[in-house]
């Protein structure tokens, strides 16, 4: 008999004692989808949608900002340097190049000119790299790289759509989708902040409005901090 009562307890708690964790729990769905120039809706599936929770985001969202910030300001002179010292061998170069017609028949000042063409091309070479890394501090890339551990990560259908239960609270959603366009690949990013309530049902929707670069209000980082 109690034995009996034992199994009959289990089997109560089993039934009824989940009951208030599952009502907890909060229906997140949402789609993921990109609108063309063209007014073309493209539908992103096999996105990984991540979801990280808000404490931890707002720290690394800080931390992050920050450190954009410093590698911004600290750049910003060594490309204006560059580039002045590119502005003085092009006219250095273009000073000597009316010697070098003067005397177009000498392989010495044929060398020399050749030799000042080679280093502005590397000097050019050197700027594009440091603009590139400049305006890197802005992207999407930039702030995916280090994100704490997600939470609960999930991939959208065939048709954009992904689904997942979470606790009530506030989460940012993260999701990046690189795609092919015509002869140039794009990627695209998302960072929202999303507030979810007992028992509730919420959907979204990750396209342009919400792009890391929209600056929505959702948007977890504020790209217009950036000293630029």
Known sequence: MKNNWV??????????GCTPKEKEL????????IVTKERQNIKLGLVEVSVIDSAEMNVFAQSRLQSA???IERIKPVIQKAQREYENMNQAKEKFYRVYLDNIYSHRYEKKYRDMEYALSKKRIAIH???NDYYGYSKG??????????????????????????????????AHSPR????????????????????????????????????????????SQLPY
């Open 7 to 16: 199994f009959y307890l289990i089997v109560v708690f089993f039934l009824f």
């Open 69 to 71: 910030k410093q590698e």
């Open 26 to 33: 909060s229906e997140l769905s949402g789609d993921v989808f």
């Open 129 to 131: 790299k440091l603009l």
């Open 141 to 174: 890339s930039y702030f995916l790289t280090g994100l704490p551990r997600p939470i609960r990560s999930v991939k959208t259908d065939s048709d954009g759509k992904f689904g997942l239960k979470l606790k009530s609270g506030r989460y940012a959603i993260v």
């Open 180 to 223: 092919k366009s015509g002869d140039s690949d794009k990627d695209y990013y998302w960072f929202i902040w999303v507030n979810l309530e007992n028992d509730s049902k919420q959907r979204i929707f990750l396209s342009n409005d919400n792009l890391f670069e929209s600056k929505c209000e959702s948007c977890v980082f504020n790209i």
